[in-house]
């Protein structure tokens, strides 16, 4: 399986879907701008007591340069250590099986070993992504995950090529979702998720697998306890004003926001700028939830 995932490296192109799986261990090596460091990269540090860890549960923005998607790489091991599976939505393409591939072997484990707790699906267009966001009970079903990770949330949805608002409509559905499936030990109820009347006109323009996730049938909502992370540059872009706000939507959304940042030697860190303290470890800490700064 490993030499297969090798071989296909480099040709991602070649379906709009693709898996992979991946599994480590908790140390991370250190990274620049998501590729491999040697003694002349900068090197990335995480805030102290949290070093390359996803929240235990809700919604956690990861932003910085355009090498950010690729940082998720280095979350994988601490939670897979943890024995979670974790499921990608990949909207960057930046999964990479020989940077998956030299991490289990670091580790000194067996590559095959380390594909078995991840699954990762590609997405090309705002559509896939949103399509993916909205089969995720599916996706869940045919593999259980604890964990998921997006990338190139919102930046996907800046693509000059899509309406802005068909862009917007597809945008809001997949937030919404996100938001949705990262609300921790909130039973959610049945039912059926739907597009906005106005849908109709992205539904026209949709690819046509692409119009089934974006109709007005989907999937029950299950009751889900996931970590959603997503990882995004889209600070980098400028957007049209219609899409001016998605990432600052992206922000209030989430739980906790991180940026990956330089200091003044040079060197990448995550700077947290936001953090919401879970309703239900309140009965045990007494926090209050109110948004903090971690430096």
Request: aromatic share 8%; hydrophobic share 40%.
């Amino acid at each position: 399986m490993a030499e297969k995932i090798l071989q296909e490296a480099g040709s991602s192109e070649r379906q709009s879907l693709s898996a992979s799986r991946v599994r480590g261990t908790a140390e991370l090596p250190g990274a620049a701008h998501g590729i491999e460091r040697n003694s002349d990269e900068p090197e990335v540090k995480s805030p102290p007591h949290r070093p390359w860890t996803l929240p235990s549960q809700g919604l956690a923005l990861f932003h910085g340069d355009q090498g950010t998607a690729r940082l998720s790489h280095y979350f994988l091991p601490r939670l897979l250590l943890e024995g979670k599976r974790v499921l990608m939505l990949d909207g960057a393409n930046c999964a990479d099986p020989r940077l998956l591939e030299r991490l289990a072997r670091q580790r000194r484990v067996p590559f095959e070993q380390f594909c078995r707790q991840i699954q990762i699906a590609r997405a090309f267009t705002c559509f896939q992504l949103t399509e993916l966001i909205a089969r995720l009970p599916r996706l869940l079903a045919d593999f259980p995950a604890q964990a998921l990770i997006v990338t190139a949330f919102p930046e996907l949805y800046y693509d000059e090529d899509v309406r802005d608002w068909n862009a917007q409509v597809a945008f809001e559905q997949a937030l919404t979702n996100l938001r949705r499936w990262a609300r921790s030990g909130d039973p959610a109820p049945a039912g059926r998720l739907s597009l906005p009347a106005c849908a109709g006109e992205v539904l026209q323009d949709a690819r046509p697998s692409e119009r089934r996730s974006l109709s007005a049938s989907q999937a029950a909502e299950p009751q889900l306890a996931l970590t959603v992370a997503v990882f995004s540059s889209a600070t980098t872009f400028t957007p049209s004003p219609a899409r001016g706000r998605f990432f600052e939507k992206v922000c209030a959304a989430g739980s906790e926001v991180w940026q990956f940042n330089s200091n003044a030697e040079g060197k990448l860190r995550l700077v947290c700028s936001k953090h919401i303290v879970p309703r239900n470890s309140l009965s045990s800490s007494g926090s209050d939830p109110s948004p903090g700064s971690v430096g």
